[in-house]
């Protein structure tokens, strides 16, 4: 059992009050939700320090809980929800971001069922292959990489792994090279590669409750400023992460105007 949480902020730079954005007939946030519901999760709650959003919640019969307006990160927030519902330290928390409508409910069992099944990971997440040369080198696209045991080495906004020699990596079934900007299918059998293909961070989190209660008080990271990249806090304290790739593709959340409407478009084709 796990409870899921999700962080819902009405300000956004790109696309100012972002979770009450219509998708189809529904506000953003009310997608996510239901969503959400449809997991195995106990218990499912939007976070927010807005009471715009906290009535948008309640109208459609959402649970919705207000937190303080001081959070640098969303973590940050989640940690107090944790709090106020006094959930204990074993306790399973999954992280699915306020921006993701479309986010497969199957996907946000199996981060619960991952950092379950691995007790020495601090927390767990996915990742899924990046197929278009566009996406390896938008900074915008977070990239990892894990270890033989799949746990991360490191998260970046970089090209990581760099492929300094120039060989062809490997995308699914298709071979290709970084430097070109088409997909061409090779059945040589003596054709180079590292058989290594570049992982999208998907950006949902299953934490325990214990690391909720230590992460806030580790000051942020060098990296994790550097980066913008809050779960680099983790890894600078020595905790572990887990990743594996996602069962499902999660389409990408909506940051722009155009994120907006390419998600309108994804569900009027459906």
Same mark, same amino acid.
């Given at each position: 059992m796990f409870t899921v949480i999700?962080?819902?902020?009405?300000?956004?730079?790109?696309?100012?009050?972002?979770?009450?954005?219509?998708?189809?007939?529904?506000?953003?946030i009310q997608h996510v939700y239901e969503r959400a519901q449809q997991s195995d999760a106990a218990k499912v709650v939007v976070a927010t320090d807005d009471q715009r959003i906290v009535d948008a919640v309640k109208v459609f019969g959402g649970e919705v809980c207000m937190t303080a307006s001081t959070h640098v990160s969303g973590t940050d927030r989640i940690h107090e929800v944790s709090r106020i519902y006094g959930l204990a330290d074993d306790e399973i928390v999954v992280n699915v971001q306020g921006d993701e409508p479309?986010?497969?409910?199957?996907?946000?069992?199996?981060?619960?069922?991952?950092?379950?099944?691995?007790s020495s990971a601090m927390a767990a997440t996915l990742s899924e292959f990046i197929d278009d040369i566009e996406d390896y080198r938008n900074p915008n696209i977070v990239k990892v990489v894990a270890d033989n045991?799949?746990?991360?080495?490191?998260?970046?906004r970089?090209? !990581?792994?760099?492929?300094?020699? =120039?060989?062809?990596?490997?995308?699914?079934?298709?071979?290709? $090279?970084?430097?070109? *900007?088409?997909?061409?299918?090779?059945?040589?059998?003596?054709?180079?590669?590292?058989?290594?293909?570049p992982q999208r961070h998907i950006g949902i989190y299953a934490y325990r409750v214990s690391l909720l209660n230590q992460f806030i008080k580790w000051p942020i990271a060098a990296l994790e400023a550097v980066e913008s990249l809050e779960q680099l806090r983790i890894l600078a304290n020595g905790g572990k992460i887990?990743?594996?790739?996602? !069962?499902?593709?999660?389409?990408? =959340?909506?940051?722009?105007?155009?994120?907006?409407?390419?998600? $309108?478009?994804?569900? *009027?084709?459906?």
């Open positions: 999700i962080p819902s902020r009405y300000s956004s730079t790109r696309l100012p009050g972002k979770p009450l954005a219509i998708i189809g007939d529904k506000p953003m479309l986010i497969p409910p199957a996907v946000i069992n199996q981060v619960a069922d991952n950092l379950y099944q691995h045991s799949g746990y991360a080495l490191y998260f970046s970089a090209t !990581i792994p760099f492929y300094r020699d =120039g060989k062809p990596f490997v995308i699914g079934s298709a071979i290709r $090279n970084p430097t070109e *900007s088409t997909i061409e299918n090779d059945d040589d059998e003596n054709a180079t590669g590292n058989n290594l293909s887990h990743i594996s790739e996602a !069962i499902e593709a999660v389409p990408g =959340g909506i940051d722009t105007p155009e994120d907006l409407e390419r998600i $309108n478009l994804l569900l *009027s084709e459906k």
